[in-house]
């Protein structure tokens, strides 16, 4: 926000880098000229060059990478309440790209501990788990980590299915009326962040998610990995 300062030159600093990425002379994920060479481009110090860039990184406008510089954010394709309950797939094809999958594995696990206390009071004695990539215009944008009763949705059927909540629907009659959801940010994950082609600086959204039928019958676990330049979450909340 400009009334974070009152220096004049920092902000027409900020006004005109803010033009340069809207007009498209700077992509995302560009790097910005060094503090230096912008204090020469605008006729300004380098302390105005400072501030201004202090500000565009509290709005999320660019983001630093210590020793490597300065670059333009990725703009969020989807920015969506938390609160809001829909499938990755319905995710990505409201923010106007046309999702994909690409399949990681799928295999039958036995239950954890965590695993029995997250579907009790069911007994269950093995999952099918799902593990893909989710694409968004051919871009890795989401790893899911899917689990759910083999005997609802076996190996074979799991695997072929884009929505696992619309094949819980069409061949285990089960509905999906809400989920109780934690989300995280995390760092640089060894195996999934290459997937992704994450900087070793990019954070990740971790959204943890156990699916209820309008009947409270758990039926499915989800370990969302999102890109977090891509992907953004609100919660709405409310005075009682």
């Known amino acids: 926000m400009l009334s974070n300062t009152n220096n004049g030159s920092s902000t027409l600093v900020l006004n005109q880098i803010k033009s340069l990425i809207e007009e498209g002379h700077y992509k995302e994920k560009e790097k910005l000229p060094s503090e230096y060479e912008l204090a020469q481009q605008f006729g300004?110090?380098?302390?105005?060059?400072?501030?201004?860039?202090?500000?565009?990184?509290r709005e999320n406008i660019i983001i630093r990478r210590p020793g490597v510089g300065v670059f333009v954010h990725s703009k969020p394709i989807l920015s969506s309440?938390?609160?809001?309950?829909?499938?990755v797939t319905e995710m990505i094809r409201q923010s106007g790209k046309k999702p994909g999958v690409q399949y990681i594995s799928?295999?039958?696990t036995a239950p954890t501990d965590e695993d029995r206390k997250r579907f009790a009071p069911l007994e269950i004695d093995t999952f099918a788990q799902l593990e893909r990539l989710r694409t968004a215009d051919g871009d890795p944008v989401v790893y899911c980590i899917d689990r759910v009763d083999h005997r609802l949705l076996p190996l074979e059927?799991?695997?072929?299915?884009?929505s696992i909540f619309a094949a819980l629907k069409a061949y285990a009659k089960k509905d999906i009326d809400y989920a109780v959801a934690y989300i995280e940010?995390?760092?640089y994950h060894e195996r999934i962040s290459p997937l992704l082609h994450c900087e070793?600086?990019?954070?990740?959204?971790l959204l943890r998610q156990m699916?209820?039928?309008?009947?409270n019958e758990p039926v499915l676990y989800s370990a969302n990995f999102f890109r977090a330049d891509v992907f953004s979450f609100y919660v709405l909340r409310k005075r009682k």
């Open 157 to 162: 059927l799991i695997h072929s299915q884009e």
């Open 200 to 205: 070793p600086d990019q954070a990740l959204l």
């Open 106 to 108: 799928a295999e039958l």
């Open 185 to 187: 940010p995390i760092g």
């Open 81 to 87: 309440g938390i609160e809001q309950l829909g499938s």
């Open 44 to 57: 300004v110090s380098k302390k105005d060059v400072k501030e201004a860039l202090t500000i565009l990184e």
């Open 211 to 215: 699916h209820y039928t309008k009947d």
